[in-house]
């Protein structure tokens, strides 16, 4: 191998796992573990795609539900 070749082949070591990636990956777990809690759908284990559709869709549902309860409370106001 020649000298100017050399840097091609060395590769960057992959940085050890600090205090705060250990901190941020517990964070992480806590806060999929709330997510699966809080999301009726997902209460058997399911991976974090589906867990994070199961989410939006249940998200969008409340929405939904928000839009229906505000048109009645309008509509019974008028009244």
């Known amino acids: 191998m020649r000298s100017g070749d050399r840097s091609k082949a060395i ?8 205090e705060r990636d250990v901190l941020e990956d517990s964070r992480l777990v806590k806060q999929v573990r709330e997510l699966r809690r809080l999301v009726p759908a997902c209460r058997e284990p399911c991976g974090l795609g589906e867990l ?11 929405q939904v539900q928000v839009k229906v309860m ?10």
């Not at 590769?11 to 600090?18: D, F, K, V, Y």
């Not at 505000?70 to 009244?79: A, F, P, R, V």
Request: aromatic fraction near 6%.
């Open 52 to 62: 994070f559709r199961e989410a939006a869709s249940y998200i969008e549902d409340l």
């Open 70 to 79: 505000q048109m009645l409370l309008d509509k019974l106001s008028d009244e």
């Open 11 to 18: 590769r960057p070591m992959a940085p050890a796992m600090g």
